[in-house]
């Protein structure tokens, strides 16, 4: 048994019918003549056989009574595989269209709490004689940097634990866990002070910078009403994916002397403006939250160790060059403000309050009187395996893609995943926001284009080896 942390319960606490707080990876696999028998019956299989290294798929949710601490990890419990790992068959001609809708009526439904917080949906029909693999992973179980090393152990890219399978351990009575939330809560007993102390030190750091009544140490603004923005009233989720060659991105962020984080949020930047004066007809800076790991080690497989940037998005700059120098000083300023308040202050007095606690407070920020105040949307880059790609039961994983939950506040996640030679963009809407969530995707891909054209490189993009092409929609994506 162990305790969550204070992140990992915010990302059950937070959840409710319409806010779901799972995650989505998507992987396609390519069948070559060896693996043409590669059916359910033997990914199931495959998966059985890594089950000991893949240890966050053993964890059992416990609940604590009375909401007196942290819920636990039960961390070794049976997995029944055939309720765990599920057949999906995509209607012809099994493109990316026909993906990315299975993928969003997967991500419609939540997890049940019951079992460990996690299920493989084996698809297919997919043209080119592929198959998917669509995993929905609860964000309480593990973030965007673990779940990069979690698939790295899975698809045999690293060694994992040596230990083999481990037996169940007992469901633990009502009286242990209160007893061991009693002991834990005095074991920690230090913890508030020494996360008044962080804080404090972080308000002198404020005090003491030259910076301190510039706008780098403020928060950007009162973000704008929009589109996306409205409190979430159905569970059903859409899902649009694209997929560029990182060769043609980092090219272009050498070009331009920034990162690809950079390039990302300038991508995105020039897309919303499309879509806002698409929907809004007009376009006014908007705010981000960008999820920044605090723990980026190779052999981090669960819980979540993040921080949270709210970065400033220039949409209203009409010049895609101008968008990405604007997105490049707003990322610099968060993570001054990162650097002067502490990487770890909210996490510290996450880990400090209890949910009877925190859940009021959550319930307040995610109400709909809250809408108005909270920033446009969620925006995430994580560094997926990028050694080489990696096969499962011989079967060779040609693409990643990810995507993050959707706010109460807001219909719209960007998430940007690489994966050795590819940077794999993923959007999730509700079914309010856009009309079509191919809009936001074709309209990234149209910025990056004249983002190189402004940057005097080619427009024609590397044509990435993928199963799935482009997709047309029927409105007009030039930034």
Not at 178 to 199: E, F, K, M, N, S
Request: charged letters at 25%.
């Amino acid at each position: 048994m162990k305790w969550l942390n204070g992140t990992d319960a915010l990302m059950l606490s937070s959840e409710t019918p319409n806010v779901h707080l799972h995650t989505l990876k998507v992987a396609v696999i390519e069948l070559d003549q060896d693996c043409r028998n590669f059916d359910i019956e033997a990914f199931r299989a495959a998966i059985g056989a890594r089950l000991h290294k893949l240890e966050p798929f053993c964890y059992q949710l416990v609940e604590v009574p009375f909401k007196f601490h942290h819920p636990m990890w039960r961390e070794h419990c049976d997995v029944e595989l055939t309720y765990h790992i599920r057949p999906w068959r995509l209607p012809a001609p099994g493109g990316r269209r026909e993906l990315d809708e299975a993928i969003g009526q997967i991500g419609s439904a939540p997890l049940d709490r019951s079992r460990p917080l996690w299920e493989l949906y084996f698809v297919e029909g997919l043209s080119g004689g592929r198959i998917a693999v669509v995993g929905k992973i609860h964000h309480a179980l593990v973030d965007g940097v673990g779940a990069a090393n979690l698939m790295a152990l899975g698809m045999d890219l690293r060694p994992g634990p040596q230990r083999g399978p481990q037996p169940p351990d007992p469901v633990p009575s009502t009286r242990r866990l209160i007893g061991w939330a009693l002991a834990d809560h005095v074991r920690h007993g230090g913890r508030i002070p020494r996360a008044i102390g962080y804080t404090a030190r972080g308000l002198s750091r404020v005090r003491r910078s030259s910076r301190t009544l510039s706008e780098v140490l403020r928060r950007p603004f009162t973000p704008p009403p929009t589109f996306m923005n409205h409190h979430l009233r159905s569970p059903k989720r859409r899902f649009a994916s694209i997929s560029l060659a990182l060769a043609d991105v980092k090219q272009t962020g050498q070009r331009l002397g920034v990162t690809v984080n950079d390039l990302v949020l300038a991508m995105s930047t020039g897309a919303l403006r499309t879509l806002l004066l698409r929907y809004d007809g007009r376009a006014e800076p908007l705010s981000a939250v960008i999820p920044v790991s605090l723990d980026g080690s190779a052999d981090r497989f669960s819980g979540n160790c993040a921080d949270a940037l709210s970065v400033a998005l220039p949409v209203d700059l009409e010049h895609a060059l101008e968008r990405v120098r604007g997105c490049r000083r707003s990322a610099m300023s968060s993570k001054e403000r990162q650097r002067l308040r502490g990487p770890e202050l909210a996490s510290r007095w996450l880990d400090c309050a209890p949910p009877v606690i925190a859940e009021p407070v959550i319930r307040l920020a995610s109400s709909r009187k809250a809408v108005s105040t909270m920033p446009n949307l969620i925006i995430s880059n994580v560094r997926g395996p990028f050694e080489r790609r990696g096969r499962v039961g011989g079967a060779l994983v040609t693409e990643i893609y990810s995507v993050g939950h959707l706010a109460p506040w807001s219909g719209l996640n960007i998430t940007a995943w690489s994966y050795v030679d590819q940077l794999n963009v993923s959007v999730l809407t509700d079914d309010a926001t856009v009309e079509d969530p191919h809009e936001v995707t074709e309209a990234m891909r149209a910025e990056f284009v004249e983002i190189r054209r402004s940057a005097g490189l080619s427009e024609q993009l590397t044509v990435v080896e993928c199963a799935m092409a482009p997709i047309a929609v029927d409105r007009d994506v030039t930034p």
